[in-house]
Each structure stands twice: as C-alpha cells, then as structure tokens.
Nanobody, 124 residues
Framework: VQLQASGGGLVQAGGSLRLSCAASGRTFSSYALGWFRQAPGKEREFVCA????????YYAASVKGRFTISRDNAENTVYLQMDTLKPEDTAVYYCAATPRGTYYYTAPNDYDYWGQGTQVTVSS
C-alpha cells in the first residue's frame, strides 16, 4: 500500500488542523493505521493508532483529549484531527500502515508502510 499525507501547515497555538492520509490499493480495511511525528533532533514518536475497522483507538498521553484519529475505509483515508495545538506539537507528521493482527500498534517497527510526512508548525 502507498500512503500520501497532506494537510500540514502553520497554525497559532490553540488552533486546529486536520491531516489526511490517502492510501492506494483495494485492501485498505485490512490495515491497522497509525500517526507518528518527529521533531528536529528527536526520535520518531507515536501519536495515535486505530484498528482495521476503526472500532478501537489509542493515543499518546501528550495528545489524548486534543487529537482524534478516524478512518474512512470506503475512501481509503485516515484522518488526524488536531485541536488545541501547542508549540510542542510542531513536527513532521507521518501516517503508517500495518497488515498485522486486529489490534492497534504503537511502535514504529510494528509498521510496514509509511507516508512521506507533512510538516505541522505551531507558533506561540
């Protein structure tokens, strides 16, 4: 599967952005999905994940209550709604997909496919 992330940009603290990640292929619903981010000089970190059918989600503590992951299997797209953004949310955001299991996954090594990343910058 190929992933294409979009929707990043510059926003003031307290604002919102919605990222999208469109996937190619006809087996999108077979993949668990996740969002990760990487700030300059830091390792890639888990943001959130969603199961194949979208029934279960999981969030990093730093974004829980502010970010929402969702998916539309008919449109082969996963979304990341980001509200109440903070300067520390500034990073390149990546979507990822894995065909393994029926759970959600939080480690980068769990994922086999990655999008190209989209920059999110939150100004103070």
């Amino acid at each position: 599967v190929q992933l294409q992330a979009s929707g990043g940009g510059l926003v003031q603290a307290g604002g919102s952005l919605r990222l999208s990640c469109a996937a190619s292929g006809r087996t999108f619903s077979s993949y668990a999905l996740g969002w990760f981010r990487q700030a300059p000089g830091k390792e890639r970190e888990f943001v959130c994940a969603i199961t194949r059918g979208g029934g279960s989600t999981y969030y990093a503590a730093s974004v829980k209550g502010r970010f929402t992951i969702s998916r539309d299997n008919a449109e082969n797209t996963v979304y990341l709604q980001m509200d109440t953004l903070k300067p520390e949310d500034t990073a390149v955001y990546y979507c990822a997909a894995t065909p393994r299991g029926t759970y959600y996954y939080t480690a980068p090594n769990d994922y086999d496919y990655w999008g190209q990343g989209t920059q999110v910058t939150v100004s103070s």
